[in-house]
């Protein structure tokens, strides 16, 4: 059993040929590990390795030399490996990762130990969870900037191949809103009643809603990640989780991602927990919840509600990801919202289009909420000529004439 070591020790020891490794996403990336699988990747004799949302960039196209990338998206430092045609792609819900993936050797990042000498998982558990519990071999490297976290599972010394200090401070990406964002944030605010239970995506826009709700009251979070819009509403009281029908009076989600405000909130703290794919984004679970607020976004929407959330220009760009999963669990919820939001414009170009460009991520039965800076178009209920009105009516208004024309001769059906 190898320990903290002041030099990289040999990954070969712990890592055979073939072997598939999987990491946590974002800011649970174990980067110190990371840069050792790349410089030793030549006497490893070849892996393949799992990857979520990439914010390191310490993989890049030159590493296909030895290492076989698949992901379940093309989102952040992944695009790089994508556009050099080195990723491959699992296209599947989010809620199916955990009977999907297998691993033979877990890399991570942990959190320092608590006072009974537990690591915790600190910034991620997610996908994490299953695989683990499966896995020949767990590396890690402890993180002093890494929370400890509730939610386990929690491990000690003894479940280490090997355990290194971390050499780096976590990175911080705030997200940048600005005044399209804020325009979105509000029209979504208008959805969200006192007592919700939201699930918001990443990026700027979910970060935008959550900043215009701070006269909420005893509003809960059961999502997939959590990001520095939670910790603001949390510390101010809105977010207290006392209406959740379950889990009440606790923050649940799968992984954070933001800056020190949320790890320091997230510290030890019992009001939040990590949990497990399996159960982030469980259907029976997310069946309990009412007043179920799904906020996410996407690449384009289509004048019927057809969404793509994963192609952009021919290029694969996002992910298939939890968006069925929670879309869905909001439609059925009682009082529950299904929102898709997303600016207008992609530079010139409208992302309120006649025709995708990508495949149907959400296909147009799952009727949902569509936001744009220039409005809210709920297609709930709506027939298909109903809709073409509705979503013209949120697209930029340099395009509604043309989506006015392309709908009345070809139709809506497409």
Not at 190 to 210: H, K, N, R, S
Not at 248 to 267: K, S
């Amino acid at each position: 059993m190898e320990k903290a070591m002041p030099t990289d020790p040999d990954l070969s020891r712990i890592i055979r040929p073939g072997d598939c490794l999987i990491w946590g996403q974002s800011h649970a990336e174990p980067r110190r590990l990371i840069r050792m699988l790349a410089e030793q990747r030549g006497r490893l004799g070849g892996v393949r390795v799992f990857l979520g949302i990439g914010l390191s960039g310490l993989l890049g196209p030159e590493h296909a030399d030895h290492i076989d990338f698949l992901a379940y998206c093309a989102s952040g430092t992944n695009r790089a490996l994508m556009q050099a045609g080195v990723l491959d792609i699992l296209p599947v819900h989010y809620s199916r990762l955990p009977q999907l993936l297998r691993a033979d050797v877990a890399m991570l990042q942990v959190s320092p130990p608590d006072a009974r000498g537990r690591y915790s998982l600190g910034m991620a558990r997610e996908y994490l969870t299953a695989p683990l519990s499966r896995a020949r071999a767990i590396i890690a490297e402890v993180n002093p900037d890494v929370p400890w976290t509730f939610g386990g599972p929690y491990l000690t010394r003894d479940d280490f191949a090997l355990l290194v200090d971390s050499d780096a401070p976590l990175p911080d990406a705030p997200a940048r809103i600005g005044p399209v964002e804020t325009a979105i944030g509000r029209h979504v605010a208008t959805l969200v009643e006192d007592g919700a239970t939201l699930q918001t995506g990443i990026g700027a826009i979910p970060d935008a809603a959550l900043a215009q709700l701070g006269d909420r009251r005893d509003l809960g979070i059961h999502s997939g990640s959590l990001g520095d819009g939670v910790a603001a509403l949390q510390q101010a009281g809105v977010i207290t989780n006392s209406r959740k029908p379950i889990d009440p009076g606790v923050t649940v989600g799968g992984v954070l991602m933001g800056g020190p405000a949320l790890r320091r909130l997230a510290h030890l703290n019992p009001q939040i927990e990590l949990r497990g794919t399996e159960y982030t984004h469980d259907p029976k679970v997310l069946g309990r919840l009412d007043r179920f607020v799904a906020l996410n976004s996407a690449v384009e929407v289509d004048l019927t509600g057809q969404v793509n959330s994963e192609v952009a220009g021919g290029r694969y760009v996002g992910a298939v990801g939890g968006i069925i999963d929670f879309l869905r669990a909001a439609g059925a919820s009682p009082g529950g919202v299904p929102i898709i939001a997303l600016p207008s414009t992609a530079g010139a170009h409208s992302r309120i289009v006649a025709r995708l460009s990508g495949p149907a991520s959400v296909p147009r039965a799952e009727s949902c909420v569509i936001v744009t800076e220039h409005g809210v178009a709920d297609l709930r209920g709506l027939s298909l000529r109903q809709r073409v009105d509705r979503m013209i009516a949120i697209a930029h208004p340099d395009h509604r004439e043309a989506l006015a024309r392309e709908a009345h001769e070809k139709g809506p059906w497409g």
